[in-house]
C-alpha cells in the first residue's frame, strides 16, 4: 500500500520541523509514499467563515487530485496537521453524507476538469504509525528506548473532534501508547485535548495565552519532562509564547515542545538535523537522551 | 481589543461594575423588531434541522474553553438565534470567539452541529458587514481567503503581515522578536508559496453563484 502526503501549508513555514521529522520517519520505517502533486491550501477554518462553498471546493480539489494521481480502490491520504486532518475529512465525510453538498461541489469541480468519486481516505500520521504500521514493529526499529523521559501528549481538538476516527474524542491514548512503545512513560493528564485556542494568541492574544498557559502549568504539574504535540499550530502556540506567558503571568514554565514524530525518530536512532531539532526554541541534547545505559537523567 | 477579565479571576468591584453595566444596557425587545425566521434559516444551513431542538442544557456553554471571555454565552447564541434576535446574534463576540474546537458539537445530547452553526453566523455576519468594527478576528478570515484565492495556499508571514497592517500596525513591533527567532530557524518564509495550475483553482473557486444572504 502506497500512501498518499499533503503537507499543507503550515508544514512548509512555522512546522517545518514536522515534515522533517516525519518524512525521515516514514522512510525509516520504509513506508511508502508520495507527495500530492500541486496540492492547495485546505482553507482552515477561515475559509468556512466565509465562503463555505469555496471552502467545500477548496478542500475536495485535493481529493479529486488524489483520485488522479492513484489508481488504488481506497487512497489514503496522510493529513499531518490537525487542521488539514480535519477540514479534509469533513470535506470527504460532508459529500459522502450530503448529495446536496455532494452535486453542487461535483458540478464546481467538473468545470476545472476535476471529479470526485469518494475514494479517498483521510488518514493522520499517528494513526497510520500505531494502527497501520503497528506498535510491536515499531519496538523492532528502536535503537535508543527513551528510558525514564516523563511525555505529556497532547492531542489537540482537531484530530480527534468531531469524528471518531481512531481514538476517544475527549481522552484519546493512541500517542501515550506510541511513547510507551519508544521505551518513554506518559504522564496522565486531562487537558490532552483541550484546545489552545488556534490561532487566537495572533487576534486576541489575551485569551490565546491563557489557554496555553492552563496547558503548560497542567502538563508541568503532572511532572512532564516534555509535551509532545500533533499539529503545527498546537506546537507554535505553546512553544512560541512559553516566554510570553511567564512574564505575563509570573511563572517559570520551561517546557519543552516537540513533534510525536521528533522523538520518534530520537528512538530510531535519527540525527538531530534530520528531525529537525535546530528548529526548536528548546534544543534538546540527543546525547543525553540516547545515554549508553538507556538510563536518562532530566535531558530535556 | 479590550476583553472583560474571566468570571473567575475577576474582584469584587470589578463584578459589581461589570453587573451595573449589564443592568443600564439591558432593554425590552419587541416582537415586530425581531426576526423570526431567523432561527429557522440558520438552522436550515447548519446541515438538519436540529438546531430547533436545543433544550437548553448548557453543555455547550459548559464544555467551551473559550465560554467567559464571549459576550453570551453558546447556549444564549443558541437561544437568541431560534427567537430571532438577529442583531444581536450576528454583532456578538462570541461567534468569532469560537475556536472551532468541537467540544461543544461532540458533547450535544440533541446532535447540534454547534460548531458549523457558528461558522453559518460568521459567514452571515460577514456578508452583512455586522461583525465589531477592529476585531482582528474576522479580518483575519477575510486576508486568509484573499491569500488562499490569489496563491492557492497560504504563506503565513504574509497573512500576519496584512492582518496587523489592517489591524493595528504597532504590533508588528510586539511580534519583531518572535518574528526574527522564528526566521532565523527557517520557520518563516518570506517567498510566496502558490499552486502550479492557478487557472484551475481559479476555475473551481469563482465560477459559482454567490449564495443569497439568509
Given at each position: 500500500?502506497?500512501?498518499?502526503?499533503?503537507?499543507?501549508?503550515?508544514?512548509?513555514?512555522?512546522?517545518?520541523?514536522?515534515?522533517?521529522?516525519?518524512?525521515?520517519?516514514?522512510?525509516?520505517?520504509?513506508?511508502?509514499?508520495?507527495?500530492?502533486?500541486?496540492?492547495?491550501?485546505?482553507?482552515?477554518?477561515?475559509?468556512?467563515?466565509?465562503?463555505?462553498?469555496?471552502?467545500?471546493?477548496?478542500?475536495?480539489?485535493?481529493?479529486?487530485?488524489?483520485?488522479?494521481?492513484?489508481?488504488?480502490?481506497?487512497?489514503?491520504?496522510?493529513?499531518?496537521?490537525?487542521?488539514?486532518?480535519?477540514?479534509?475529512?469533513?470535506?470527504?465525510?460532508?459529500?459522502?453524507?450530503?448529495?446536496?453538498?455532494?452535486?453542487?461541489?461535483?458540478?464546481?469541480?467538473?468545470?476545472?476538469?476535476?471529479?470526485?468519486?469518494?475514494?479517498?481516505?483521510?488518514?493522520?500520521?499517528?494513526?497510520?504509525?500505531?494502527?497501520?504500521?503497528?506498535?510491536?514493529?515499531?519496538?523492532?526499529?528502536?535503537?535508543?528506548?527513551?528510558?525514564?523521559?516523563?511525555?505529556?501528549?497532547?492531542?489537540?481538538?482537531?484530530?480527534?473532534?468531531?469524528?471518531?476516527?481512531?481514538?476517544?474524542?475527549?481522552?484519546?491514548?493512541?500517542?501515550?501508547?506510541l511513547v510507551n512503545a519508544l521505551g518513554a512513560?506518559?504522564?496522565?493528564?486531562?487537558?490532552?485535548?483541550?484546545?489552545?485556542?488556534?490561532?487566537?494568541?495572533?487576534?486576541?492574544?489575551?485569551?490565546?495565552?491563557?489557554?496555553?498557559?492552563?496547558?503548560?502549568?497542567?502538563?508541568?504539574?503532572?511532572?512532564?519532562?516534555?509535551?509532545?504535540?500533533?499539529?503545527?499550530?498546537?506546537?507554535?502556540?505553546?512553544?512560541?509564547y512559553q516566554e510570553r506567558i511567564n512574564r505575563?503571568?509570573?511563572?517559570?514554565?520551561?517546557?519543552?515542545?516537540?513533534?510525536?514524530?521528533?522523538?520518534?525518530?530520537?528512538?530510531?536512532?535519527?540525527?538531530?538535523?534530520?528531525?529537525?531539532?535546530?528548529?526548536?526554541?528548546?534544543?534538546?541534547?540527543?546525547?543525553?537522551?540516547?545515554?549508553?545505559?538507556?538510563?536518562?537523567?532530566?535531558?530535556? | 481589543?479590550?476583553?472583560?477579565?474571566?468570571?473567575?479571576?475577576?474582584?469584587?468591584?470589578?463584578?459589581?461594575?461589570?453587573?451595573?453595566?449589564?443592568?443600564?444596557?439591558?432593554?425590552i425587545k419587541f416582537e415586530s423588531e425581531l426576526?423570526?425566521?431567523?432561527?429557522?434559516?440558520?438552522?436550515?444551513?447548519?446541515?438538519?434541522?436540529?438546531?430547533?431542538?436545543?433544550?437548553?442544557?448548557?453543555?455547550?456553554?459548559?464544555?467551551?474553553?473559550?465560554?467567559?471571555?464571549?459576550?453570551?454565552?453558546?447556549?444564549?447564541?443558541?437561544?437568541?438565534?431560534?427567537?430571532?434576535?438577529?442583531?444581536?446574534?450576528?454583532?456578538?463576540?462570541?461567534?468569532?470567539?469560537?475556536?472551532?474546537?468541537?467540544?461543544?458539537?461532540?458533547?450535544?445530547?440533541?446532535?447540534?452541529?454547534?460548531?458549523?452553526?457558528?461558522?453559518?453566523?460568521?459567514?452571515?455576519?460577514?456578508?452583512?458587514?455586522?461583525?465589531?468594527?477592529?476585531?482582528?478576528?474576522?479580518?483575519?478570515?477575510?486576508?486568509?481567503?484573499?491569500?488562499?484565492?490569489?496563491?492557492?495556499?497560504?504563506?503565513?508571514?504574509?497573512?500576519?503581515?496584512?492582518?496587523?497592517?489592517?489591524?493595528?500596525?504597532?504590533?508588528?513591533?510586539?511580534?519583531?522578536?518572535?518574528?526574527?527567532?522564528?526566521?532565523?530557524?527557517?520557520?518563516?518564509?518570506?517567498?510566496?508559496?502558490?499552486?502550479?495550475?492557478?487557472?484551475?483553482?481559479?476555475?473551481?473557486?469563482?465560477?459559482?453563484?454567490?449564495?443569497?444572504?439568509?
Amino acid at each position: 500500500m502506497r500512501y498518499l502526503y499533503y503537507p499543507g501549508c503550515s508544514l512548509r513555514s512555522t512546522g517545518r520541523a514536522y515534515e522533517e521529522s516525519l518524512l525521515a520517519v516514514l522512510k525509516a520505517l520504509d513506508i511508502p509514499f508520495e507527495e500530492l502533486s500541486d496540492w492547495n491550501c485546505c482553507g482552515a477554518t477561515s475559509y468556512v467563515s466565509i465562503d463555505e462553498t469555496d471552502a467545500f471546493a477548496l478542500a475536495a480539489r485535493n481529493l479529486a487530485l488524489a483520485e488522479l494521481q492513484s489508481s488504488d480502490s481506497t487512497i489514503n491520504l496522510i493529513a499531518p496537521c490537525s487542521a488539514c486532518f480535519l477540514v479534509l475529512l469533513k470535506t470527504e465525510r460532508y459529500l459522502e453524507s450530503y448529495p446536496h453538498v455532494r452535486e453542487k461541489i461535483n458540478s464546481t469541480l467538473d468545470k476545472a476538469g476535476l471529479h470526485y468519486h469518494g475514494r479517498v481516505n483521510v488518514r493522520h500520521p499517528l494513526d497510520v504509525f500505531v494502527n497501520d504500521y503497528g506498535l510491536e514493529n515499531i519496538s523492532k526499529h528502536v535503537k535508543y528506548p527513551l528510558k525514564g523521559l516523563k511525555v505529556a501528549s497532547y492531542y489537540g481538538c482537531q484530530m480527534v473532534r468531531p469524528f471518531k476516527t481512531f481514538d476517544h474524542s475527549h481522552y484519546p491514548e493512541t500517542m501515550d501508547r506510541l511513547v510507551n512503545a519508544l521505551g518513554a512513560e506518559h504522564v496522565d493528564w486531562p487537558l490532552k485535548t483541550r484546545c489552545c485556542g488556534g490561532s487566537l494568541t495572533g487576534t486576541i492574544q489575551e485569551a490565546g495565552l491563557r489557554l496555553n498557559r492552563l496547558l503548560l502549568k497542567e502538563a508541568e504539574k503532572r511532572g512532564a519532562d516534555i509535551m509532545l504535540t500533533c499539529c503545527p499550530l498546537c506546537q507554535h502556540n505553546l512553544e512560541c509564547y512559553q516566554e510570553r506567558i511567564n512574564r505575563k503571568f509570573d511563572e517559570e514554565i520551561n517546557m519543552p515542545i516537540a513533534f510525536f514524530t521528533q522523538l520518534m525518530g530520537v528512538a530510531l536512532g535519527l540525527s538531530e538535523k534530520e528531525l529537525g531539532m535546530h528548529r526548536l526554541f528548546k534544543m534538546p541534547s540527543l546525547k543525553q537522551i540516547t545515554h549508553p545505559k538507556g538510563e536518562m537523567v532530566n535531558a530535556w | 481589543m479590550h476583553l472583560p477579565t474571566p468570571t473567575s479571576v475577576r474582584s469584587e468591584e470589578e463584578s459589581h461594575k461589570i453587573e451595573k453595566m449589564k443592568r443600564v444596557i439591558r432593554r425590552i425587545k419587541f416582537e415586530s423588531e425581531l426576526d423570526l425566521n431567523f432561527g429557522e434559516r440558520v438552522a436550515d444551513r447548519a446541515y438538519g434541522q436540529k438546531l430547533l431542538s436545543c433544550i437548553q442544557c448548557g453543555t455547550c456553554s459548559a464544555t467551551c474553553p473559550l465560554a467567559h471571555y464571549m459576550d453570551y454565552t453558546p447556549r444564549k447564541i443558541i437561544a437568541m438565534t431560534r427567537e430571532g434576535f438577529k442583531e444581536e446574534v450576528l454583532n456578538s463576540l462570541t461567534i468569532w470567539l469560537c475556536a472551532s474546537c468541537y467540544s461543544c458539537y461532540v458533547q450535544c445530547p440533541r446532535q447540534i452541529h454547534i460548531t458549523d452553526v457558528m461558522y453559518t453566523l460568521k459567514r452571515e455576519a460577514i456578508q452583512m458587514g455586522f461583525h465589531p468594527k477592529r476585531l482582528p478576528i474576522p479580518i483575519l478570515a477575510q486576508e486568509f481567503y484573499k491569500r488562499v484565492l490569489k496563491d492557492g495556499r497560504n504563506t503565513e508571514s504574509w497573512l500576519l503581515v496584512s492582518l496587523y497592517v489592517r489591524t493595528n500596525p504597532f504590533i508588528m513591533l510586539r511580534e519583531a522578536i518572535l518574528g526574527l527567532k522564528l526566521f532565523l530557524r527557517g520557520r518563516l518564509t518570506i517567498g510566496r508559496e502558490h499552486v502550479k495550475r492557478r487557472d484551475q483553482l481559479h476555475t473551481i473557486l469563482e465560477h459559482k453563484k454567490k449564495e443569497a444572504p439568509l
